[in-house]
Nanobody
């Protein structure tokens, strides 16, 4: 699976942005897609995930209620809708994939897309 994240940019605090994670491969619906982010000078942080069918999602507390992950398996794309953005959401955002049946680490990673939130 090859992944490519896009949609980053500069946005003012309080506004919204939607990131996309496009994937290659014919078995996209078999993969859980996770979103991660890494702020300058900080370790990579888990943001959330969506399972292959799209029926199950998980979010870390810091983004719960503000971020929504969805997917379109026809388009082989997962979305990260980010609302009410805060300065501390500034980071490079990455998407990653693992088979639904797997647990733990993600096997495939895309390049990141930079999100900058101005206060």
């Amino acid at each position: 699976v090859q992944l490519q994240a896009s949609g980053g940019g500069l946005v003012q605090a309080g506004n919204s942005l939607r990131l996309s994670c496009s994937a290659s491969g014919r078995t996209f619906s078999s993969y859980t897609i996770g979103w991660f982010r890494q702020a300058p000078g900080k370790e990579r942080e888990y943001v959330g995930r969506i399972n292959g069918s799209g029926g199950s999602t998980y979010y870390v507390d810091s983004v719960k209620g503000r971020f929504t992950i969805s997917r379109d398996n026809v388009k082989n794309t997962v979305y990260l809708q980010m609302n009410s953005l805060k300065f501390e959401d500034t980071a490079i955002y990455y998407c990653a994939a693992r088979l639904d049946m797997s647990v733990g680490s993600y096997d495939y990673w895309g390049q990141g897309t930079l999100v900058t939130v101005s206060s």
